[in-house]
Nanobody, 122 residues
Framework: QVQLSESGGGLVQAGGSLRLSCAAS????????MGWFRQAPGKEREFVAA????????YYADFVKGRFTIARDNVKNTVYLQMNSLKPEDTAVYYC???????????????WGQGTQVTVSS
């Protein structure tokens, strides 16, 4: 079992930045691939970014490339999502997820956090 807990969401103006954190406990964090997803009201949950167990491989959705950065600290058992140049359309609940293999699909992750709200005002 893996327990995930996100933090760092909030309200920010367009063009601003936020850093989300996801703390993991349970299974050995350094063996897990981690992903960030988001879900806006009335929309399906979508992939944002993912990172493999070592941090050496990362993937991003096209709409966040150049603005968001995923990183991990295997000592602190935490994965981060640095979000810069935020836009109103980035408003959503952001979820972190974990599994053995890095993927860009919702179905590819067995473990999920409870989510953290990010709201970007125009």
């Amino acid at each position: 079992q893996v327990q995930l807990s996100e933090s760092g969401g909030g309200l920010v103006q367009a063009g601003g930045s936020l850093r989300l954190s996801c703390a993991a406990s349970g299974r050995t964090f350094s063996t897990l691939a981690m992903g960030w997803f988001r879900q806006a009201p009335g929309k399906e949950r979508e992939f944002v970014a993912a990172i493999n167990w070592s941090g050496g491989i990362t993937y991003y959705a096209d709409f966040v490339k150049g603005r968001f950065t995923i990183a991990r600290d295997n000592v602190k058992n935490t994965v981060y999502l640095q979000m810069n140049s935020l836009k109103p359309e980035d408003t959503a609940v952001y979820y972190c997820a974990a599994d053995r293999t890095v993927r860009d699909t919702v179905g590819g992750y067995a473990y999920w956090g409870q989510g953290t709200q990010v709201t970007v005002s125009s």
